[in-house]
Each structure stands twice: as structure tokens, then as C-alpha cells.
Nanobody, 119 residues
């Protein structure tokens, strides 16, 4: 069974930084794309950033230049470095990954971690 576990959320002041981590564990043969989504209260879940197995990246316009996604394939982990945080970045952040496990390829989601940007 495959699991994604996020960490690193919390409360930060505007202009501050946070680093989110998401580790995949279980019966994993290969991980393709990995990504971060977020869902603010009353809004739909939206893509924040994604990264392919070859480390090509894609960002939402609202976070370009402030957020950086990266991955460590040896650790099955994806990171999201968030700088210059704004109140509108407040949301629950979810990681996901396309993983080849014992049951074939599947898209897996983490449980979410709260990020609150407030003074």
C-alpha cells in the first residue's frame, strides 16, 4: 500500500517562508509526476506546482518567482519552498504523485497540511 505524508505547514507572517515536504512510502517501483495543490476555504482545489520525473517544473502564475518545487528521487520525496508568502496563500496544501506500485499506476494524495499566512 502506498502512502503520502506531508509535513512543514504552520502559521507564518506575511513575507515569511515555509518549506513543505511530502514523502511517499510503501510498495513503490517508480514515481512519475509529483505535485502540490492547495484548497482555500470556500474555493476549489488548484494546482500550485508540479515536477516530472525528469525535474521539469510547472507553476501557477500566482506563485511564480516565489515558490520552488523540487524532488529527491532517492528519498521518494517532493518539496515546496515557499517564500514571500502572502495572506492569499493561506490554504490546505496537498501533495500528489503518480506512482507505480504493486497494483499498477495510480494517483495518490496526501492528507493535507495547513498553511496560514497572517500577522
Amino acid at each position: 500500500q502506498v502512502q503520502l505524508v506531508e509535513s512543514g505547514g504552520g502559521l507564518v507572517q506575511p513575507g515569511g517562508s515555509l518549506r513543505l515536504s511530502c514523502e511517499a512510502s510503501g510498495s513503490i517501483f517508480n514515481i512519475r509526476a509529483m505535485g502540490w495543490y492547495r484548497q482555500a476555504r470556500g474555493k476549489q482545489r488548484e494546482l500550485v506546482a508540479s515536477i516530472t520525473s525528469g525535474s521539469s517544473t510547472n507553476y501557477a502564475d500566482s506563485v511564480k518567482g516565489r515558490f520552488t518545487i523540487s524532488r529527491d528521487n532517492a528519498k521518494n520525496t517532493v518539496y515546496l519552498q515557499m517564500n514571500s508568502l502572502k495572506p492569499e496563500d493561506t490554504a490546505v496544501y496537498y501533495c500528489n504523485a503518480d506512482i507505480l506500485g504493486g497494483l499498477g499506476y495510480g494517483r495518490y494524495w496526501g492528507q493535507g497540511t495547513q498553511v496560514t499566512v497572517s500577522s
